[in-house]
């Protein structure tokens, strides 16, 4: 097609050309002149060889399979990259878990012992101050048994009859005023004369004014009865 065309072109080239000469002479001419002849001028017109074009190369079989093949362990490489980094971020997960259990477990564990430790603490300190108040109690306590004891040593007259290996043991009753309410004879002497010397010594005293200072606990810890031992060399409490 493209060699017809420029044939064509040549073609009409060249007519157009042979017009324009004609119009030329006719423009020109004048009676009685000397004829000029004009060789019409051909166009040579050549064909034009276009290259050929080149067809598409077609793979043959083993090449086709080759790259199949080819992209094929591509694609598994790729797959297997993927799978790879999925697998490290799974077990970097996994780890930064199992790192976030460890460290809340060493803080509970850490808060336990805390606790435990201050629970311990308290315990001991209350166990301490208990101690301490028991000691200042019983410290209180004999400072008024000792009143008891001096007030029914000076309120009793020993009777004749009194031995050293004598000992009577009386309790004493008492109501937070300090009075005397009852007394009873645990154990006798064996001398019903060094017996009742030591119930009239009781009853003599009659009261204790001192221990309405004391804190109703610490009377009926200690003073709502009081033992009293009486022998002729000593009074015990």
Do not use: C
């Not at 992209?71 to 799974?90: G, S, Y």
């Not at 460290?103 to 209350?126: D, P, T, Y």
């Amino acid at each position: 097609m493209r060699d017809i065309s420029g044939y064509s072109i040549g073609v009409l080239v060249s007519m157009v050309i042979h017009v324009a000469v004609v119009a030329a002479l006719i423009g020109s001419w004048q009676p009685d002149t000397v004829q000029v002849m004009v060789q019409p001028q051909y166009i040579e017109a050549q064909l034009v060889e276009l290259a050929p074009t080149k067809k598409p190369q077609t793979k043959t079989p083993a090449r086709a399979k080759a790259d199949s093949a080819k992209k094929q362990r591509e694609q598994e490489k790729r797959r297997a990259a993927q799978r790879q980094k999925a697998e490290a971020k799974r077990l970097a997960a996994l780890k930064e878990k199992q790192a976030r259990e460890q460290e809340e477990k060493r803080r509970r564990e850490a808060e336990e012992q805390r606790r435990r430790i201050e629970a311990e603490l308290e315990q001991a300190m209350v166990k301490e101050q208990a101690q301490i108040n028991a000691r200042e109690d019983q410290r209180v306590a004999n400072s008024y048994l000792q009143l008891i004891r001096q007030r029914l040593t000076d309120n009793w007259n020993r009777p004749p009859s009194a031995r050293r290996d004598m000992e009577t043991l009386i309790e004493i009753r008492l109501v937070p005023t300090g009075r005397i309410v009852g007394v009873n004879l645990l154990r006798s002497s064996g001398d019903p004369a060094f017996d009742r010397s030591v119930e009239q010594a009781a009853f003599k005293a009659e009261q204790f004014e001192e221990l309405q200072q004391l804190e109703p606990r610490l009377f009926e810890k200690h003073f709502r009865t009081v033992k009293v031992a009486f022998s002729p060399q000593d009074l015990r409490l």
